[in-house]
C-alpha cells in the first residue's frame, strides 16, 4: 500500500507530465486537497531525487518535468 507522501508525488508527477512546466503556486492551485507545505514537500524531494526540476525565475519558483532525463535515470547504460 502507498504512503501518503507516494500518493501526493504522484499527484504532483501527473500534472507536470500533462503541463511539463508551471509555477510553485500554479501548482498548489491544482492540488487544494493539498497544503501549500505538502506541495512544496513533494517538489523538493522530487527536486533532490532528479525526478523533476526546480527552477527560480525571479521571485517565482518553476517546477518542470524532464522526460528525457527520467529515461536516462530509469534505464542506466
Known sequence: M???N???ETMVLD???LERTMTLEHLVSLLPQL???QVFHCVDQLSRRGDIILLRR???YEVA???AKRQ???YPA
Open 72 to 74: 536516462a535515470a530509469s
Open 65 to 67: 518535468w524532464d522526460p
Open 58 to 60: 525571479g521571485f517565482d
Open 6 to 8: 507516494e500518493l501526493n
Open 35 to 37: 497544503s501549500w507545505n
Open 15 to 17: 500534472l507536470l507530465r
Open 2 to 4: 502507498a504512503s501518503q
